[in-house]
């Protein structure tokens, strides 16, 4: 049997609590599916959506950005936690899930900091867009023809600080959700850690924690079933399975949007390159069984 780390997306988590409480329950059917078949399975999420509504919550309280991210982790790994929780009783699999609370190091110096690009929370007007870059000075940009979004940097994954727990914790057969929203972004200070501005790319978190974990699957989730090429056009193929090599062709030749595809593609590659031996899949959550069996999703190897 394999070790997978699934990466959910914040955006497929719903916009309020109610509504992910929901989906965290239909979601987690197909992850005790691959419980079922004996494989060791570590959750990653998003929380693009969720950290932008905690921290415009809590900016009358000048709540730092590094605990809404922390806040984040908290209430979607509870969802999250007791829908599979639920799933497994029901099965009669004698499971337990924690979620861990997850700092993922990144570099003071990193570029991304100079220019901020991750979108965050929900949508605005244009003219509520122009208001909070002037009375807040907040970056606001236009989100795929959708309204206008904050926007903060997405610096790049270095090492996580609790990789250790989380190895102890997947030895001892427990389901950990970890990473969540990408972690929280800290830098080394001392002996410890300090929390800086920005979110860290779920998928590239993902990415960072399989290795570390030395997982045999990551299985990054998408809204389409498989990665497709010439993407909309009349010419469109979807994709069954590519090299690294055919991968990183393609993103040469930009057939891979920035926001969207682009980033589950490079995180698939970094993890297939780095030890061999290791597959990635980008495809649907709902497939996933189908997916391991080459059913469904698109295979990187």
């Known amino acids: 049997m394999s070790r997978i780390l699934i990466a959910l997306g914040g955006n497929a988590l719903g916009d309020n609590p109610q ?39 809590m900016e009358e309280v000048n709540m730092p ?31 337990h899930v924690v979620t861990l609370i997850t700092q993922v190091v990144v570099d003071e110096q990193d570029e ?7 979108p965050i929370g929900r949508f ?35 090492d996580i600080v609790e990789k250790e ?12 959700i970890t990473v969540g929203g990408g972690g929280i972004p800290v830098i080394k200070k001392g002996l410890g850690y300090e929390g800086v501005d920005g979110v860290i790319d779920k998928d590239l978190a993902s990415e960072k924690m399989a290795e570390l974990i030395d997982a045999d699957y990551l299985f990054i989730l998408t809204a389409v079933d498989r990665v497709a090429i010439n993407f909309g056009k009349e010419n469109q193929r979807d ?11 393609y993103i040469e030749e930009k057939q891979f949007a920035p926001g969207s595809m682009l980033p589950k593609v490079l995180a698939a590659v970094e993890f297939v390159k780095s030890k061999k031996g290791r ?14 069996n080459g059913e469904s999703g698109t295979l990187i190897y």
């Open 239 to 249: 994709i069954e399975k590519m090299s690294v090599d055919e991968a990183c062709k």
């Open 112 to 118: 991304a900091f100079k220019n901020p690009t991750k």
């Open 65 to 95: 950005f590094p605990e809404s991210v922390a806040m984040s982790q908290g209430y979607i790994g509870y969802h999250l936690q007791n829908g599979i929780l639920e799933e497994l009783r029901k099965r009669n699999i004698d499971k």
């Open 165 to 176: 727990a989380v190895k102890a914790l997947i030895e001892k057969g427990h389901i950990v």
């Open 19 to 57: 509504e992910q409480l929901k989906i965290a329950r239909k979601s987690a059917k197909p992850i005790v599916d691959l419980v079922e078949k004996g494989h060791e399975v570590i959750i990653a999420h998003g929380n693009g959506p969720q950290v932008g509504m905690i921290n415009t919550l």
């Open 124 to 158: 605005y007007s244009k003219e509520e867009a122009a208001r909070l870059e002037a009375e807040k000075g907040y970056k606001m940009i236009e989100d795929s023809g959708r309204g206008y979004r904050r926007v903060v940097a997405s610096p790049k994954p270095i």
């Open 279 to 292: 597959k990635a899949i980008i495809g649907s959550l709902e497939k996933a069984k189908e997916a391991l």
